[in-house]
């Protein structure tokens, strides 16, 4: 390190004598007073840790790049929304942890991942008092009045359990999308106007208009029934798939498959989606249906999408006709 200063410096200043070292110690001031404005008990993990933000320090003086390195968290969006084997996606994934703090608790975005339909994204809550612990694991009323969000449509929430003995609950939110790349959560239970609030990246998707008449259905129950819908235009992404289209009833969504590049093909089921739509003059809907798949899909491998015996391909070619019955139906559908 010394060397490579020095060097700098001699390129920069010639012939001006031995280049100034930074100090550690006064690095290590300047961290620790950014931390809390404490003197802090030097034991070894501290120390691990004042090393490394040093080492940081130094590395940005010299204009080498500083490598920050974010523990994948065991519960992220991945294994609260998606099963299978999820590692080929984790590089979507944003684990930058960002947190907000009051009297009550601190709140953490631990991962998130979004595409241009919804927002995904995993929270911890750990309470900092018995008091505040009580207040959240007791919570009688529903999780929508325990909780406030900004930037987000019709929503579902879950969990991963609890740690009582670090008071802390582990939380997954997804969403449908509002405008712009932010979101915002928040604890009723915390103080007035403590937010947090975090940007996101959409990975990307792609868009196929297909304007055709075609079978849907309706899990109403007790009493299922088909119909027809004309579909517009499907949006995907190894993620979510979104159908637009025009219904007489919206119980009724447009059936789908997926074509694949080996020949096989597999269902669409958009039946547990989220829904919203508004009505036209001739008393028919033009309806949005939006659903996650049961497992990421690997979109490069995906010639077309089906609709009513219809063949639409990605590469937005001439739709050709398919015999679904002359096909293998994939074990796993999406």
């Known amino acids: 390190m010394k060397n490579r200063l020095q060097e700098l410096w001699q390129y920069t200043v010639p012939d001006s004598g031995p280049c100034p070292q930074p100090d550690t110690k006064a690095v290590q001031r300047r961290v620790d007073a950014a931390l809390d404005k404490n003197r802090r008990t030097f034991h070894l993990r501290r120390k691990l840790k004042l090393a490394a933000l040093c080492a940081a320090a130094l590395a940005l003086l010299t204009g080498a790049a500083a490598v920050v390195e974010v523990v994948w968290p065991e519960y992220n969006v991945l294994s609260a929304n998606f099963q299978g084997n999820t590692d080929q996606w984790k590089n979507m994934v944003n684990t930058q942890p960002v947190s907000v703090s009051d009297d009550n608790y601190t709140l953490t975005l631990t991962s998130s991942l979004a595409d241009r339909i919804q927002l995904f994204y995993t929270l911890t809550v750990q309470a900092r008092s018995d008091e505040a612990w009580d207040a959240l694991v007791n919570w009688e009323g529903n999780w929508g009045d325990l909780w406030s969000f900004r930037f987000a449509g019709s929503l579902s929430m879950g969990g991963d359990g609890a740690d009582p003995e670090n008071r802390t609950m582990y939380v997954s939110v997804a969403t449908e999308r509002a405008l712009g790349n932010f979101s915002g959560v928040r604890l009723e239970l915390m103080k007035e106007g403590v937010w947090l609030n975090f940007s996101y990246t959409p990975?990307?998707?792609?868009?196929?208009?297909?304007?055709?008449?075609?079978?849907?259905?309706?899990?109403?129950?007790?009493?299922?029934?088909?119909?027809?819908?004309?579909?517009?235009?499907?949006?995907?992404?190894?993620?979510?798939?979104?159908?637009?289209?025009?219904?007489?009833?919206?119980?009724?969504?447009?059936?789908?498959?997926?074509?694949?590049?080996?020949?096989?093909?597999?269902?669409?089921?958009?039946?547990?989606?989220?829904?919203?739509?508004?009505?036209?003059?001739?008393?028919?809907?033009?309806?949005?249906?939006?659903?996650?798949?049961?497992?990421?899909?690997?979109?490069?491998?995906?010639?077309?999408?089906?609709?009513?015996?219809?063949?639409?391909?990605?590469?937005?070619?001439?739709?050709?006709?398919?015999?679904?019955?002359?096909?293998?139906?994939?074990?796993?559908?999406?």
């Open 203 to 334: 990975v990307s998707d792609l868009s196929l208009d297909i304007n055709a008449d075609g079978p849907a259905r309706a899990d109403r129950i007790p009493d299922p029934f088909d119909g027809t819908v004309t579909l517009k235009r499907l949006t995907l992404s190894p993620f979510t798939v979104q159908a637009k289209y025009i219904t007489e009833d919206t119980h009724l969504f447009p059936v789908l498959q997926f074509l694949w590049e080996d020949g096989t093909y597999s269902q669409v089921e958009l039946g547990g989606g989220r829904g919203h739509g508004c009505g036209t003059e001739d008393g028919k809907w033009d309806h949005t249906m939006s659903e996650s798949y049961s497992s990421p899909q690997d979109l490069s491998t995906l010639e077309a999408v089906i609709f009513g015996g219809m063949a639409y391909p990605l590469d937005h070619s001439e739709p050709y006709e398919v015999d679904l019955d002359a096909m293998t139906l994939r074990e796993i559908d999406p």
